[in-house]
């Protein structure tokens, strides 16, 4: 990045704008700085604006008011930022970032990420993980494309959905409600922050006994998901609903809150179905009601399941194998797949210990060593019944590994 705008610098703008050679560095450093710090902080210009040396600038020397002349040389500095240096930038250069935690930029050259695009489509299509949609001709799909972000080793697609009406947006908020609500009707309300309290809490119990741990990654969770056996899951879990549910609207306060706001929310009011409201929330029910058919809901949870379609140049493809990111439904459908998968297949070492599951992490934590040790025997083989495997190289553990060499990672 450097060699490239030292080249810029150089060769595309005149040093007598700057007056002189140091002066044109003190900009050139403006430049570097905003290249290095994260993508949300902005950068102050006028701390480098003030410490160029005004008197050199021949162009400015006919403006008699040294206020206004400095007005005019901010003007020009921010102008070349934004209307010149930054748009090189991203027409050479896809400018993106790799950790959500830091927010360091990265910046690709762009004919190098066009690509990466190319490969990781084609590795999908290859794979049938895409494929033509051959029905787009008949009806029109909602507008949705591939974004990718650049990961350590591959790239990451989010699927960017562009509503066609208000009244699409609406179903799937509607969708969105009714699977939390079945997400927490099955596996309850505790949050991952409850359940690492109430570790910590036990720990502090247990005094000098010490517990054993294994934190796991599951690999490409949301593309591992396989789409008939998340819909089955889902088709079970509705089979005591009754026909006709009835969406119903909430003034709700949360207590905790400091501030006195008062929101209407809505929520499926059934005997069979938990409210999804975190713990010291108040609410109390409206005349507000809609009835919904619980056949429309699974219609349209099977057609957000099957037909995954995504735009890619002007071809229409299904995709058939996991779920898309990016969706506000998908989160919550990860996580219904991959609890149901703890409850079925590690149901023994919910006997010996606790899991917390964060996303696709996975912690279990157990005062039972050979427990820790089966599950890590666990992660090896993975559960290929759900597509479920683990990325060994990121296993994490407190149990010695005696059994020659290993792939997790040991903490002691």
């Not at 005696?402 to 990672?409: A, K, L, M, P, V």
Request: glycine share 2%.
């Amino acid at each position: 990045m450097k060699l490239f705008f030292n080249l810029v610098f150089t060769k595309v703008i005149p040093l007598n704008i700057f007056g002189k050679l140091r002066n044109l560095k003190k900009i050139k450093k403006a430049l570097f700085h905003l290249l290095k710090i994260p993508c949300f902080k902005a950068l102050d210009l006028k701390l480098y604006i003030n410490k160029l040396d005004i008197s050199s600038i021949n162009w400015l020397q006919s403006i008699k008011k040294p206020n206004i002349a400095w007005v005019l040389l901010a003007k020009f500095v921010k102008w070349l930022f934004t209307g010149f240096l930054l748009k090189v930038l991203h027409i050479y250069f896809h400018v993106t970032t790799v950790s959500s935690y830091n927010n360091e930029r990265i910046y690709i050259v762009r004919s190098e990420w066009f690509k990466i695009n190319k490969r990781f489509i084609q590795r999908k299509i290859r794979s049938n993980a895409l494929q033509l949609d051959l029905s787009c001709n008949h009806w029109k799909p909602p507008l949705t494309v591939y974004k990718l972000y650049p990961k350590y080793s591959t790239v990451r697609p989010l699927f960017v959905l562009r509503y066609k009406n208000d009244n699409e947006r609406k179903n799937f908020f509607i969708v969105q409600q009714f699977l939390k609500q079945l997400h927490i009707t099955e596996y309850g309300l505790n949050s991952f922050e409850d359940k690492w309290r109430s570790i910590v809490q036990h720990k502090h119990t247990l005094k000098d006994k010490r517990l054993y741990f294994v934190l796991c990654d599951v690999t490409d969770a949301f593309g591992s998901i396989i789409q008939g056996k998340l819909f089955d899951i889902l088709r079970s879990f509705c089979e005591k609903l009754p026909d006709n549910l009835i969406l119903r609207h909430y003034a709700v306060k949360s207590n905790i809150s400091k501030d006195d706001i008062l929101c209407y929310k809505q929520y499926f009011c059934d005997s069979h179905l938990q409210l999804s409201v975190p713990p010291g929330t108040l609410y109390a029910r409206t005349n507000h009601i809609q009835q919904i058919k619980k056949s429309w809901l699974l219609e349209k949870i099977r057609k957000y399941i099957f037909h995954q379609t995504v735009q890619i140049g002007k071809k229409y493809y299904i995709v058939t194998k996991g779920i898309v990111q990016g969706r506000i439904i998908s989160p919550i459908l990860s996580d219904i797949y991959f609890d149901f998968v703890i409850q079925k297949e590690m149901a023994v070492f919910l006997r010996t210990g606790q899991i917390i599951k964060f996303v696709d992490d996975i912690l279990f934590v157990t005062e039972d060593e050979d427990s820790a040790k089966q599950l890590l025997q666990l992660t090896a083989k993975g559960i290929p019944k759900y597509n479920c495997r683990f990325k060994t190289v990121k296993t994490q553990t407190n149990v010695a590994c005696n059994e020659g060499f290993c792939n997790y990672d040991y903490v002691s």
